[in-house]
């Protein structure tokens, strides 16, 4: 069974329960965008949203959107032209407002698209996000953003050009319970962080999948599933890490071929003192669990990534807050962002991005060379 089988699996047990909680976005650090979209009896402006890459992902955002307050689903691209023929009509999106790979930059001109949110495979991302920049629209891009630190610095570099915003898809920045172990660790519940554990993978299927082709993965199982390991030992442990270490095995030479990495432990350092270690993989299942330790308490999510519900525990007892579908959060949320200039909590800017291609660069390095990898990531 794959991870998305497993979220599927939550999201149909818990989609009936869900339950809406206030806006999570801590302040509104500048003013109304220039890019306001509609007020359409929505909670505050609309955001108006293209969704590009209509595969399974796109589709679970799509549905999301429905039930968000704040974004709206107007704009279609795709390379298939039965998808945005169906997509189209299922979800109210007219004829002039659908594109595929070609034509696309002529979004410039269409009025009704404030941003577009890129769900491709990942070396689809960094060009796509430019065409998006240039076209004068925001740009929500899905994780890894680009497959190297060399590309996520040409998108932060031509969106800060074209004075348009570029967000990552980063759902669990918003999801309650992970919050509240942020909040908790900020109130110094947990005392100084000494330890971080942080164990994501599942058994890939089907060996033909682009996630198993380097030239649109740029790597493997790092890219798509220990990036949530990555990400999240910065937001739980709260520092940038300084080293890393790295220790690549492949048990399957010919489904994960050169340069889609299997299985990947990693170490980070952090100035504290903290360390972190890590499980990214492809090959194994029942993974998806954080645990940090402090001087004082402790904290586990588990699961810790997925679809959910988010289950949680600290040294105080179990987390209790509701299960929200993290996609219709964040796309609230990111309207906020875009809209009217809110900071979330954790970040969920190019700069974030960079920060996690920056240390996916070093842990490649470290495994092809043995070697620690000192980090600066400013
Ligand atoms: P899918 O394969 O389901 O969909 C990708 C879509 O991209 C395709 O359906 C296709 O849409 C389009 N596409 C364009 N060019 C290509 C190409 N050469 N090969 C294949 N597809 C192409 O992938 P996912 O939706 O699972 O993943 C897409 C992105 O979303 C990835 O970056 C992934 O990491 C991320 N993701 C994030 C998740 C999260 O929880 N944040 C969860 C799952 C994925 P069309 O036919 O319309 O052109």
Redesign the pocket.
């Known amino acids: 069974m794959t991870i998305?089988h497993l979220r599927r699996n939550f999201l149909q047990k818990l989609v009936a329960s869900a339950a809406v909680v206030p806006m999570l976005s801590s302040t509104n650090a500048f003013a109304q965008s220039d890019r306001p979209g509609t007020t359409d009896g929505r909670q505050g402006a609309t955001l108006r949203v293209a969704l590009m890459?209509?595969?399974?992902?796109?589709e679970?955002v799509a549905e999301a959107m429905q039930s968000s307050k704040r974004a709206r689903l107007t704009g279609l691209?795709?390379?298939?032209p039965s998808?945005l023929q169906e997509w189209g009509t299922k979800f109210g999106v007219a004829e002039k407002h659908r594109y595929n790979?070609e034509n696309f930059d002529r979004i410039k001109d269409d009025p009704d698209i404030d941003a577009v949110y890129i769900?491709?495979?990942?070396t689809?991302?960094r060009d796509q996000a430019i065409r998006v920049a240039r076209a004068g629209k925001h740009v929500i891009c899905?994780?890894?953003m680009a497959v190297n630190a060399r590309e996520g610095q040409d998108m932060v570099d031509a969106c800060s050009e074209a004075g348009v915003k570029l967000l990552v898809?980063?759902?669990m920045h918003f999801e309650p319970k992970t919050l509240e172990v942020i909040r908790m660790r900020k109130a110094g519940d947990f005392g100084s962080i000494r330890f971080f554990q942080g164990l994501c993978g599942f058994r890939i299927g089907d060996p033909g999948?682009?996630r198993l082709d380097k030239a649109?993965a740029g790597g493997g199982a790092m890219?798509?599933i220990g990036i949530y390991a990555i990400n999240g030992a910065r937001y739980m442990v709260g520092e940038e890490p300084v080293w890393v270490t790295a220790q690549e095995t492949k048990t399957d030479p010919v489904k994960f071929k050169q340069g889609v990495d299997e299985t990947i432990q990693f170490q980070l350092g952090f100035p504290s003192g903290a360390v972190a270690s890590c499980l990214s993989t492809y090959q194994m299942n029942h993974l998806d669990r954080f645990f940090m330790t402090g001087e004082k308490g402790f904290a586990e999510l588990l699961p810790a990534t997925g679809?959910g519900p988010i289950e949680g525990r600290t040294h105080k007892g179990e987390l209790t807050q509701p299960h929200v579908m993290?996609q219709t959060l964040q796309m609230d949320e990111m309207a906020g962002i875009l809209l009217d200039g809110n900071t979330p909590v954790v970040p969920v800017d190019g700069a974030e991005g960079l920060k996690d291609l920056k240390i996916i660069d070093a842990i490649y390095a470290a495994c092809a060379t043995g070697r620690r990898q000192e980090l600066r990531l400013g």
């Not at 890459?53 to 796109?58: F, I, M, Q, R």
């Open positions: 998305d890459g209509l595969g399974s992902y796109a679970r691209i795709s390379g298939t998808k790979y769900i491709t495979p990942n689809l991302h899905e994780k890894p898809g980063y759902r999948q682009w649109l890219m798509d679809y993290h």
